[in-house]
């Protein structure tokens, strides 16, 4: 696994941040870094997706990037049957996910698009998961984008999202985002990388807090929700269509 040194090199934090090669080649180790529990939020999610994943309709996963989400999910779904889309807008990251062999097994189908998760049509879902990938969306964009997601699901079916959150109470999304920013130095990022990443993402990366996100989902239609994880500025809500 290649180091992630992408903001080490003084100046480079002035252009704004996107999913380039050279950040594909390290995405790994960035998220392993920087995101904090990732593999046990990737794990949940795919545990959550069999439990709500319905034979013969497709699991939709915005912003693929390497594929990790497919990995994990093709491990605990064993030999049954599925249809995956990994819907990405980087041709770096779509590459890389199409490289990988994730040993599916028959009956198990996996498509990597490289698409704006806006631009898409969704039909036939029973699971999709969004990770990580609202917060690069322009905010008034969101709503129609959930809108649209609620009425590609089918009833029983589950929206999961993950994303970097902002407090009600700006002490606490301040101190939170400090303890964020000791979790990254405790990893190994330097100060000047740190503030250079922070500096490049400012336009880029726009968190919600955790009462828009849930919000959005319940204005969409999903009126039952679950926020299955938080730790600081970071959490994950898994929010159902009810049926009928
Ligand atoms: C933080 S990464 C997602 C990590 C991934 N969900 C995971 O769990 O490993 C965000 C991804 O979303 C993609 N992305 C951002 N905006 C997008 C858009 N409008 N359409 C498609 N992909 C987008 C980026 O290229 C990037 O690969």
Known sequence: M????????????????????????????????????????????AEMAKTFYLPGSVFYDLGSS????????????????FE????DNSPAM???????DFGLKVGQSARFLEKDILDCHYSDASV?????????????LRTPLVEKL??????????ILAEKVLEEDSLFSRLFVEYYYDFKRRNGYSD???????ESLENVLIPYRLDENRELLRKA????????????????????????
Do not use: C, H
């Open 94 to 100: 779509i590459e890389k996910s199409r490289g990988r």
């Open 2 to 45: 290649l180091r992630d040194e992408v903001f080490a090199r003084p100046g480079v934090g002035s252009s704004d941040f996107n999913f380039s090669r050279e950040v594909s080649e390290v995405f790994e180790d960035m998220l392993d870094r920087s995101v904090p529990f990732y593999r046990e939020i990737v794990r949940m999610v």
């Open 150 to 159: 609620f009425d590609a699901l089918k009833p029983g079916g589950v929206l």
């Open 192 to 198: 000047l990388e740190i503030s250079q990443k922070r």
């Open 128 to 140: 999709i998961f969004a990770g990580f990938t609202f917060q690069f969306v322009r905010p008034m």
């Open 66 to 81: 390497t594929g990790n989400v497919l990995e994990a999910f093709s491990q605990v779904m064993g030999d049954s049957p």
């Open 221 to 244: 239609g999903f009126s039952r929700q679950s926020v299955f994880f938080k730790w600081y500025n970071f959490s994950g809500i898994l929010a159902i269509k009810e049926d009928g």
């Open 84 to 87: 995956y889309a990994g819907i």
